[in-house]
């Protein structure tokens, strides 16, 4: 499955939903965990702004990842962001998105760049 990095650095993103545990299972309530490193997993929205216009993300991050001092409405900066199309097939209809995922997130903009 083809990987793609996302570069955040002339986008504002701002925190429209704080994390919570990612289900794997709704009708167990089994949280999903990281097959690789077995942290729990946590998903949260933003919105994304860039080149005018905006949209609404959702990004899974492991719950080690989280940074402090998130609030609603607050700007973040993601680490690691990558996007992972995906597609899936369920009663005869087929599915198809973007999964967003991050090594973490913190509150507040990056340090600009010296140089």
Wanted: charged residues 20%; aromatic residues 4%.
């Amino acid at each position: 499955m083809r990987v793609i990095p996302v570069d955040t650095s002339s986008a504002t993103l701002l925190v429209t939903k704080l994390p919570e545990a990612k289900v794997r299972d709704r009708q167990t309530g089994e949280v999903a965990v990281d097959p690789v490193t077995n942290d729990r997993l946590m998903v949260l929205e933003l919105v994304f702004i860039a080149q005018g216009g905006s949209d609404m993300i959702k990004v899974t991050v492991p719950e080690k990842g989280i940074g402090e001092g998130l609030v609603m409405g607050a700007p973040v900066f993601l680490s690691g962001l990558i996007a992972r199309p995906w597609e899936s097939e369920f009663g005869g209809r087929t599915r198809h998105g973007i999964a967003y995922r991050a090594d973490a997130v913190m509150a507040g903009t990056p340090a600009a760049v010296q140089g």
